[in-house]
């Protein structure tokens, strides 16, 4: 399945943004997607995954209560709602989807990636 990201940009520290992954080639219905983040000199970070057996979500402590990761199949599409925004947030956003009912942290679990989008929290 390929994966398209967007949804990034530049926001003040409180603000709120929602990320989209529109997936084509394969519909994501009987795939769990996730999210992850990196910054620069650093690796992939776990961010949120929404398993597809169940729906049951995941979310790394750090987003716990900000964050929210949904997904519309009849769009084809998931989502990330992100709110409360801290500077810490800053990355470079990553959607990941497998056809494993998993909610896994690890990077190596996902098997489709997107592109990345860039979330930048500055005053």
């Known amino acids: 399945v390929q994966l398209q990201a967007s949804g990034g940009g530049l926001v003040q520290p409180g603000g709120s943004l929602k990320l989209s992954c529109t997936a084509s080639?394969?519909?994501?219905?009987?795939?769990?997607v996730g999210w992850f983040r990196q910054t620069l000199g650093q690796g992939r970070s776990f961010v949120a995954a929404?398993?597809?057996?169940?729906?049951?979500?995941n979310y790394a402590d750090s987003v716990k209560g900000r964050f929210t990761i949904s997904r519309d199949n009849a769009k084809n599409t998931v989502h990330l709602e992100m709110n409360d925004l801290k500077p810490e947030d800053t990355a470079v956003y990553y959607c990941?989807?497998?056809?494993?009912?998993?909610?896994?942290?690890?990077?190596?679990?996902?098997?489709?990636w997107g592109q990345g989008t860039l979330v930048t929290v500055s005053s």
């Open positions: 929404l398993r597809w057996r169940n729906s049951i979500a």
């Open positions: 990941a989807a497998t056809p494993i009912s998993t909610t896994s942290s690890f990077s190596n679990a996902w098997t489709s």
């Open positions: 080639g394969r519909t994501l219905s009987r795939n769990s």
